[in-house]
């Protein structure tokens, strides 16, 4: 239990770090990009499972 509670203390100093500096605009960015991405693997992989059958 007090690893979980060392592992979720340091993904929180990275998000503190990350939120209070001027990265946050950038990190959002990058996340609607990669959104995008995975949604559009996602609709693709399950067209091909589709086929399959």
């Known amino acids: 239990m007090l690893y979980y509670a060392v592992i979720f203390f340091i993904v929180a100093i990275v998000a503190a770090v990350l939120g209070f500096g001027g990265i946050a605009a950038g990190a ?3 996340a609607k990009i990669l959104f995008v991405v995975f ?3 996602a ?3 399950l067209v091909k499972g589709m086929g399959k059958k």
């Open 43 to 45: 609709v693709l992989s």
């Open 39 to 41: 949604l559009i693997l």
């Open 28 to 30: 959002a960015s990058i």
